[in-house]
């Protein structure tokens, strides 16, 4: 297949309809527009489903029906509407029925601004809603790896019967790049067998999230909690940059990552030793991977756009072996190459 | 090597498919190239604009404060990208809209009269191709033709019969570069 | 001398009606409503393709009490959560259960848009004046002056409006096929109901659009009356705000009645 110029939003909805994704239902909210618009064309084309809900709300307890139902589903939206899923997502996550959320972060908090920004973080990857459960997050830093993470959002959602959350923001999502889509899958030819799809031939199929005893209820989370671990033995990815040698070692993801990237090369040619980690899992996020790296390394700098969420994680990894700096901007600033490099010599100083 | 280009004007003058042809026709050449929006308040009227990286490596930050080349379509955009190009860049400049002179000795200036001459050709909106054409001129980042060629193979289906215009746009545009008249008309008097 | 015995069935529980006992209280009509239910479930011949989505309510274990594909949906959502149900498994059955609460006040825009949509789901709304499983508080259908753990005074009509008539609101939207409202207080309302949900499921099955049946139906617990006087009260007291009747039957839902 050969490579096209393409929207991120748009790479995400392709992805995703090659993935065989069946239903798809959504809310517009910039910066994620042009993804309920891909699929709006494209899904009812393919004889599959598309719905405009009335609300985040309608949209994810659609979605929540639908997959238990047995049908690969997926919605999207950026954080004003991803507050509004989280009763959703609380109920999804103990109905262990597999769904696909993307959440293209803008400036915020409130209304905020269309911008890029990566405020949400926490709302992602600390909790599904209300109670004890979370989700995996992937954060793909290009058009590319945003196709690529929605094809495998999809496979560990069925994987492990989890929500799996597509974090990406503005940049990521309005940005065009080429990128290589992978090829048509065809959808399942069968529904689960937990779905409820009409009790034929067998007995009734119930999906719950009420568990009026306590015992039972602590049993539910400790295996929930047991998936998480498992999730977080086999599931943790992350991409390393000129790390071998690196004295200072920044730790960003998504947009950010890439922007460091080219300060980091900017680095490099003044001599400095500077490389960079980068989670494509938010969570499960990788900190044996920055533990490993820390005999060598004498600076940590986290790089994001926010006031310092990701740090919290990345200061629990490092566990005071290593100074940890952080350069965040918030509010839908983006950050350049030069302001970035600027940190890192004033590290280095 | 890298360029980065910035394309800018009012919403409706083309600045984003613009900066789409010169991706297109930047990837189509072998090239590692991205493509950011960055909207105005209003999608019509406000200022638009799009930041264009090529690229022959692996593209870290598509944005970037100081931009190799800007294209101004209107006086906001020469307000606020003039100032910004790096030592040693190019500034092509719609001088039908634009009327500020630049005051930077250190750059290269291409006046063109973009949306006189796109109403000659008759569509104003081509506006956009006949400063892009002036542009892969001035810059050389890429071969006139490649533009061309981006235009032939990526313009919709429902924007085919702006073809032949839009071509024409980009050869004007470019011959006007190529005729170097910014050296006697230097807009910075 | 041989005795001969005939046995003769007059009466059984609905195959679609679970052997167990319910949580509900003595003279609560969830139950009733329940079993109306089933029969039809039974009698259309759909328990295997039926899906049944429950409210948060007091009918949160409707799952537990009809043998069918069950979820439980999110407070309000359960019109939103069917619409996915339906839309991936269009030749399902797929109906909710709602109450007041659920309905009316949290789940208002679900049910509106669901109904707007013309959404091919069927709905139960249980209309009982009152949060049931919350204690008794104040509901939007509450009556003017009706009293309440949180109306302690009575409902104030001046600062909390009049108790909204949800029938009449969906039956004026042009994609609500079949809205009609019922009771269960006596013999002959109950046959009402029954013919009612029966309509509600055809009009489904026939993909003519969105169908509602809500009932008026009692809470002796919440409204501390005895059973009789409940289904008294809904009769002498609700009725009169809440006509029984057709809101909605379109042409084709009229051919299925
Ligand atoms: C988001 C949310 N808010 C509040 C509640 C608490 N709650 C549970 S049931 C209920 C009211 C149910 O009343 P109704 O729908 O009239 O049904 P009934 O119990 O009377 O049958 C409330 C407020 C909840 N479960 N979720």
């Given at each position: 297949m050969a490579k096209e110029l393409l929207v991120g939003n748009v790479a995400i909805a392709e992805a995703a309809i090659r993935a065989g994704v069946e239903a798809f239902f959504g809310y517009p909210i910039t910066p994620q527009t042009e993804l309920l618009e891909h699929m709006a064309g494209r899904m009812p084309e393919l004889g599959r489903v598309f719905l405009q809900a009335e609300s985040e709300v309608a949209a994810i307890n659609m979605v929540y029906g639908a997959a238990c139902a047995g049908a690969r589903v997926m919605t999207s939206s950026s954080g004003p509407g991803i507050s509004l899923m989280q009763e959703g997502l609380s109920y999804i996550a103990i109905s262990e029925v597999p769904v696909v959320v993307v959440d293209v972060m803008r400036g915020g908090?409130?209304?905020?601004?269309?911008q890029p920004a990566q405020g949400d973080y926490n709302q992602v990857t600390?909790?599904?809603?209300?109670?004890d459960s979370r989700s995996i997050v992937l954060a793909p830093s290009s058009v590319q790896e945003a196709a690529d993470l929605t094809g495998l959002a999809f496979d560990l959602a069925e994987k492990y019967r989890t929500i799996v959350i597509v974090a990406g923001d503005g940049m990521i999502g309005q940005m065009m790049e080429p990128a290589e889509l992978p090829p048509m899958k065809s959808l399942p030819a069968t529904r689960p067998?937990?779905?409820?799809?009409?009790a034929k031939g067998r007995l009734k199929n119930v999906i719950t999230s009420?568990?009026?005893d306590a015992e039972v209820m602590e049993a539910i989370n400790w295996r929930l909690k047991a998936k998480l671990d498992r999730i977080q033995a086999e599931e943790v990815r992350c991409e390393l940059t000129?790390?071998?040698?690196?004295?200072i070692l920044i730790v960003a993801f998504g947009s950010a990552a890439r922007i460091t990237k080219t300060a980091i090369r900017e680095a490099r040619e003044q001599g400095i030793r500077a490389g960079m980690l980068r989670p494509i899992t938010l969570l499960p996020f990788p900190s044996t991977a920055i533990e490993e790296l820390l005999?060598?390394?004498q600076t940590v700098l986290v790089v994001e756009m926010?006031?310092?969420?990701m740090v919290d994680d990345v200061r629990l990894a490092v566990q005071g072996r290593a100074p940890v700096h952080l350069y965040g901007r918030p509010g839908g600033s983006v950050p350049v190459p030069d302001e970035i490099l600027d940190v890192i010599m004033s590290l280095r100083a | 090597m890298q360029q980065a280009i910035v394309i800018s004007g009012f919403?409706?003058?083309?600045t984003l498919f613009a900066g789409m042809v010169l991706a297109y026709a930047g990837m189509d050449h072998g090239k590692h190239v991205t493509w950011i929006p960055s909207y105005g308040p209003?999608?019509?009227g406000g200022t638009a604009n799009a930041t264009v990286i090529v690229r022959d490596e692996e593209i870290g930050?598509?944005?970037?404060?100081?931009?190799?080349a800007a294209v101004v379509l209107n006086n906001p955009s020469m307000e606020k990208y003039e100032p910004l190009i790096k030592a040693g860049g190019v500034l092509v400049a719609n001088i039908s809209l634009v009327s500020a002179p630049s005051h930077r000795p250190d750059i290269t200036c291409v006046p063109v009269p973009a949306s006189d001459v796109a109403t000659q050709l008759?569509?104003?909106?081509?506006a956009n191709m006949v400063a892009l054409g002036a542009l892969a001129k001035a810059t050389?980042?890429?071969?006139v033709e490649a533009i061309v060629q981006a235009l032939q193979d990526h313009l919709p289906e429902r924007k085919r019969y702006l073809l032949e215009p839009n071509r024409q746009a980009v050869q004007e545009g470019a011959q006007i570069a190529e005729r170097g008249e910014w050296a006697s008309q230097r807009i910075s008097e | 001398m041989k005795q001969q015995w005939e046995e003769r069935v007059v009466y059984q529980r609905p195959?679609?009606?679970?052997s167990v006992s319910t949580?509900?209280?003595?003279?609560?009509t969830h139950g009733l409503i329940h079993k109306l239910i089933a029969e039809a479930i039974d009698d259309l011949g759909i328990q295997e393709t039926t899906i049944a989505v429950a409210p948060?309510?007091?009918?949160?274990f409707l799952t537990d009490y009809l043998e069918v594909d069950g979820v439980m949906a999110a407070h309000g959502r359960a019109p939103a959560m069917a619409t996915g149900i339906k839309r991936v498994e269009p030749d399902k059955v797929v109906f909710t259960y709602q109450g007041d609460g659920d309905l009316?006040?949290?789940?208002m825009a679900e049910i509106v848009w669901a109904a707007a949509r013309g959404e091919n789901i069927t709905v139960f709304f249980v209309n009982n004046?009152?949060?049931?499983?919350?204690?008794?508080q104040m509901a939007?259908?509450?009556?003017?002056g009706q009293i309440t753990t949180s109306s302690p005074r009575g409902r104030d009509v001046e600062t909390m409006g009049m108790p909204v008539r949800m029938a009449e609101l969906l039956a004026g939207?042009?994609?609500?096929?079949y809205v009609v409202r019922r009771s269960v207080y006596d013999a002959r309302t109950i046959k009402a109901a029954r013919q009612a949900i029966r309509t509600a499921f055809r009009v489904q099955m026939e993909g003519v659009g969105f169908a509602l049946v809500e009932f008026l139906s009692s809470c002796p617990t919440n409204w501390r009356l005895n059973p009789a006087q409940a289904l008294e009260w809904i009769k002498e007291d609700m009725e009169p705000y809440?006509?029984?009747?057709?809101?909605k039957v379109s042409d084709i839902a009229k051919q299925l009645q």
């Open positions: 908090p409130g209304l905020g601004n269309i600390k909790t599904a809603g209300h109670g067998d937990w779905a409820v799809t009409g009420v568990f009026l000129l790390v071998d040698d690196a004295e005999d060598r390394v926010n006031t310092g969420q | 919403g409706g003058q083309g209003e999608m019509r930050s598509p944005v970037v404060r100081y931009p190799d008759g569509d104003v909106r081509v050389k980042i890429l071969p | 195959r679609a009606l679970a949580g509900y209280c003595p003279g609560c948060v309510g007091c009918a949160l009316a006040s949290i789940g004046a009152i949060y049931g499983m919350t204690g008794g939007p259908t509450s009556l003017p939207l042009p994609g609500a096929a809440y006509p029984l009747g057709d809101y």
